[in-house]
């Protein structure tokens, strides 16, 4: 199974700034944990960052050309704003869980809106780097 861990903007300052939200680990920390679950749990994991929307909408469509079998993605603030990657994963059909960092329930109101939401079979927030764990599981498990 080949799964795309895809984090969009500002999630490659992890650690540097607000820890009371973020914690204190960085993204290499991140992808290095997210890279021994999947070694254990026998699962292909490659992983992408960016800051821009239209980079984030060419990933999403080439793990169609790809054949990528999961999506788990965190698409930063263009959670909230973005109906291009929205209109992508659904171009793809590929299985996705939306991941959150922080409790975005519980901050301000613009976070508190989805668009990825109306298409990933799971969102998953406020359980830290724990999340991406709980979102490749819920892919392998079906
Ligand atoms: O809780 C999450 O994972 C978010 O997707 C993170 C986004 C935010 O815009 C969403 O509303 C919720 C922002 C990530 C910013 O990460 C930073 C890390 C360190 C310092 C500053 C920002």
């Known amino acids: 199974m ?3 861990i895809i984090n969009g903007p500002n999630l490659n300052m992890l650690g540097i700034r607000e820890p009371d939200i973020y914690g204190r680990k960085t993204y290499d920390d991140l992808v290095e944990m997210i890279k021994e679950h999947c070694y254990k749990v026998s699962v292909e994991a490659d992983f ?7 980079d984030i909408v060419d990933m999403i469509q080439q793990a169609y050309y790809d054949k990528v079998d999961g999506i ?12 291009a990657i929205l209109d992508a994963l659904k171009a793809t059909g590929i299985p996705t869980v939306e991941v959150h960092i922080s409790k975005v329930d519980e901050r301000e109101a613009f976070r508190q809106i989805s668009y990825v939401s109306y298409y ?6 406020g359980k830290g780097f724990d999340g991406y764990i709980e979102a490749v599981d819920f892919l392998v498990n079906g």
Request: zero cysteines; charged letters at 20%.
């Open 2 to 4: 080949k799964i795309l």
């Open 48 to 54: 992408k960052q960016s800051n821009h929307e239209g």
């Open 72 to 83: 788990v993605i965190n698409p930063g603030a263009y959670t909230h704003t973005s109906v």
């Open 120 to 125: 990933a079979k799971k969102t998953i927030t």
